[in-house]
């Protein structure tokens, strides 16, 4: 089902619920036409179609992210209905070692010799890698995990099993009623102070960020800066600006931009790298010239809806408020 029409309760004239086959239909009513139904629902509406939003399984089960304990990153991956995640990355965080896939195959071995089954039940499978291609590496569920813990002498190791099993419950939760996932973060930002509107305009914007650096990773784009220098081509294209010169005008340093951004901000940078993806993928865009190109196509579209915003309602887009707290 294509991205737009994913948090949707409504869909756009001749299109049935249940009747949209595949991402084709993009190419079948037409990106300008896909572009034109976004912003009439959003703005015209003012924000109510947001009432039926809904997230598929893959959306709440984001199967690609690491988590973090204490700063540090460990993959995961859901399969076999259980999370696996590998364990170099908690032999990392349970000794600090150097070398942590050296110690966890000194490890294996030890536990071999020992006649443990605990090495046995491990998986190898496919999680993305720091360069962002897909390798196979060892994998245990939280079952196994806290097996392999009980033969790493760590401080951590209690602490981090408390941990695992929180996330493991957490999860678990979100499966059973993927509106628990939903929940949890609505309520991250409702603490912040943020509207229902703007949390559910920021929550579909991370989702279309998500996928849009998902295709990069799996298109020859995987390097940090190089997604700083795409985001950045996009952000000009549609705002007239770059992201530096953005944080300027709303006053922020290290602050993320989008944590600072108005609903309409929001809605067109959602729009600008949706767009981008989709061209993207129309022409299977491969390393960072062809993407290149997508951003800056992908980003005038939602340019060229700004301007036209702008003249039909004389407000600016391009807001310098921000959330940063009154100094008193």
Not at 192 to 221: A, C, F, P
Request: charged fraction near 25%.
């Amino acid at each position: 089902m294509p991205e737009f029409f994913s948090y949707l309760s409504v869909f756009p004239p001749g299109v049935e619920p249940g009747s949209i086959p595949s991402e084709g239909i993009i190419l079948s009513i037409g990106l300008q036409e896909l572009v034109q139904f976004y912003l009439t629902i959003t703005i015209n509406l003012d924000f109510g179609f947001y009432s039926g939003i809904f997230f598929t399984m893959n959306q709440v089960i984001n199967n690609s992210k690491p988590i973090n304990f204490h700063q540090k990153e460990i993959r995961r991956i859901w399969f076999k209905d259980k999370w696996w995640f590998s364990v170099v990355g908690v032999v990392g965080v349970l000794t600090d070692s150097e070398d942590p896939r050296k110690y966890w195959n000194k490890l294996v071995q030890r536990l071999r010799d020992e006649g443990s089954e605990v090495v046995t039940n491990c998986h190898r499978l496919k999680l993305v890698a720091n360069d962002g291609k897909k390798r196979e590496t060892d994998c245990a569920n939280i079952e196994g995990l806290f097996r392999i813990i009980q033969s790493i002498p760590s401080p951590k190791a209690e602490p981090f099993k408390r941990w695992l099993a929180k996330v493991g419950y957490e999860r678990i939760e979100e499966i059973g009623d993927p509106e628990k996932a939903v929940n949890r973060a609505r309520s991250h930002w409702q603490k912040l102070g943020r509207s229902d509107k703007w949390i559910q305009q920021r929550m579909m914007g991370q989702e279309t960020r998500n996928k849009l650096t998902d295709y990069w990773k799996n298109h020859e784009v995987t390097k940090e800066q190089e997604f700083a220098i795409l985001t950045n081509i996009i952000h000009q294209e549609w705002s007239d600006m770059t992201i530096r010169n953005h944080k300027e005008l709303k006053g922020l340093k290290n602050q993320n931009l989008r944590d600072h951004m108005s609903e309409l901000e929001l809605i067109f940078t959602a729009l600008a790298e949706a767009s981008t993806r989709t061209i993207a993928q129309s022409f299977d865009a491969t390393g960072m010239p062809e993407n290149i190109s997508a951003g800056h196509r992908g980003g005038q579209i939602a340019r060229q809806a700004r301007v036209k915003l702008e003249s039909e309602s004389g407000t600016k887009v391009i807001s310098p408020k921000n959330y940063l707290k009154s100094k008193s």
